[in-house]
T-cell receptor, first 111, second 113 residues
Framework: GESVGLHLPTLSVQEGDNSIINCAYS??????FIWYKQESGKGPQFIID?????DKRQGQRVTVLLNKTVKHLSLQIAATQPGDSAVYFC??????????FGKGTMLLVSP | DTAVSQTPKYLVTQMGNDKSIKCEQN?????MYWYKQDSKKFLKIMFS???????INETVPNRFSPKSPDKAHLNLHINSLELGDSAVYFC????????????FGAGTRLSVL
């Protein structure tokens, strides 16, 4: 299940389950969105991106959904594996402005 | 071949000291960044440089001074270190200002005692 505690929101799933990580953004002018994965002790790593003229984009085992009406972004991971355990960040930007990162969600995958 | 490399990986120092973190990218990118990540994993932009020119300085204290000797390098010098500077600092680069996919280094964990 998903919980919001004193620290990072955490999503705990079993290996093989599908995971959905959600992100709300605030800037209605944002037109480009990126999901990053940060494993322990490493820097954030690009996963997938989506422009505001799309509402869905698929990669390998990952799908990003964008709902501009409610300013919501989600990352779906199919058949989650222990190697998917990490902190996931959404980031938004518009034009030449820099990326603004969300607060992050920790995904814990149990074997 | 590490695309964005930063050194050192760990830095432990006393309050009041001056320290530097180095960053190099071999991707041929024009734009480089420094981020600070706090204990709650929140990533906040500090600086961005494009072709050695400062583009963004996000209300960072003057004790932090970035230096870009060429577009492949962006170093971060910190004077008079304070306890609140303890964090993980990430360097990143992107192809240009308008190409927003940023590639991150592995981070430098700074501990100020």
């Amino acid at each position: 299940g998903e919980s919001v505690g004193l620290h990072l929101p955490t999503l705990s799933v079993q290996e093989g389950d599908n995971s959905i990580i959600n992100c709300a953004y605030s800037n209605s002018a944002s037109d480009y969105f990126i999901w990053y994965k940060q494993e322990s002790g490493k820097g954030p790593q690009f996963i997938i991106d989506i422009r505001s003229n799309m509402d869905k984009r698929q990669g390998q085992r990952v799908t990003v959904l964008l709902n501009k009406t409610v300013k919501h972004l989600s990352l779906q991971i199919a058949a989650t594996q222990p190697g998917d355990s990490a902190v996931y960040f959404c980031a938004e930007t518009s034009g030449y402005s820099t990326l603004t990162f969300g607060k992050g969600t920790m995904l814990l995958v149990s074997p | 071949d590490t695309a964005v490399s930063q050194t050192p990986k760990y830095l432990v120092t006393q309050m009041g000291n001056d320290k530097s973190i180095k960053c190099e990218q071999n991707l041929g990118h024009d734009t480089m960044y420094w981020y600070k990540q706090d204990s709650k994993k929140f990533l906040k932009i500090m600086f961005s440089y494009n072709n050695k020119e400062l583009i963004i300085n996000e209300t960072v204290p003057n004790r932090f001074s970035p230096k870009s000797p060429d577009k492949a390098h962006l170093n971060l010098h910190i004077n008079s270190l304070e306890l609140g500077d303890s964090a993980v600092y990430f360097c990143a680069s992107s192809q240009s200002l308008s190409q927003n996919i940023q590639y991150f280094g592995a981070g430098t964990r700074l501990s100020v005692l």
